[in-house]
């Protein structure tokens, strides 16, 4: 049976081994924007020790934000989730060397990302496509931005802080296990008795 959560980051590992696939999720707290070089530009800086702020327990945000310039800062104007897999490669070791609590997208992840989750109890949910203007609401204040120039806003590490971001449908647990793979397996083992069915 499902359940509903309302969560603030950082989150403990006590929290995430408790979150099971199907389970909603609304986050508040702090979360950080990242893309695939992204990625590689902040495990760069970890390298070096140079680190914005603490990553722990925090929710990475595969997100692409659109945003406008507010007096002296910045004002999110959209920011919907972008197709995580483009992020797999990186994503083991991401999950790894940030301890982060989990990951938020869109689409499935592969397998390097089941064995993250399951080996450093961390979990991947999802976001509705189509409401970036909604999710956009859900951000209080943009807490900093990191390599901008080098990046460009969509691909610059936003570190926001939110309220209630969701609804967030966890799709693999820190248990390994895999909604959408699970969803695969069933259409092929039913498509598989249909054929044989048609052949009989």
């Known amino acids: 049976?499902?359940?509903?959560?309302?969560?603030?980051?950082?989150?403990?590992?006590?929290?995430?081994?408790?979150?099971?696939?199907?389970?909603?999720?609304?986050?508040?707290?702090?979360?950080?924007?990242s893309r695939d070089r992204t990625q590689r530009l902040i495990l760069e800086a970890k390298d070096k020790g140079e680190l914005p702020f603490s990553f722990k327990g925090l929710i990475e945000f595969h997100a692409g934000p659109i945003v406008r310039r507010k007096n002296s800062g910045w004002e999110i104007v959209s920011i919907g989730p972008t197709t995580s897999f483009r992020m797999e490669l990186e994503e083991y070791?991401?999950?790894k060397e940030m301890d982060i609590a989990g990951v938020v997208g869109k689409g499935g992840m592969g397998e390097k990302t089941r064995e993250a989750c399951k080996e450093f109890k961390a979990f991947y949910g999802v976001l509705p496509g189509g409401v970036a203007a909604l999710l956009s609401k859900k951000v209080n204040r943009i807490m900093g931005v990191y390599w901008l120039e080098e990046l460009g806003v969509p691909e610059a590490m936003w570190h926001l802080e939110v309220k209630d971001l969701g609804p967030i449908t966890v799709v693999i647990d820190a248990f390994g296990n895999d909604l959408y793979e699970d969803l695969r397996r069933r259409v092929g083992e039913n498509l598989s008795r249909v054929l044989k069915s048609l052949e009989g």
């Open 1 to 33: 049976m499902t359940k509903e959560y309302e969560l603030r980051t950082p989150l403990k590992k006590e929290e995430v081994v408790h979150l099971r696939v199907g389970d909603v999720l609304y986050i508040s707290g702090e979360v950080f924007t």
């Open 93 to 95: 070791a991401f999950v």
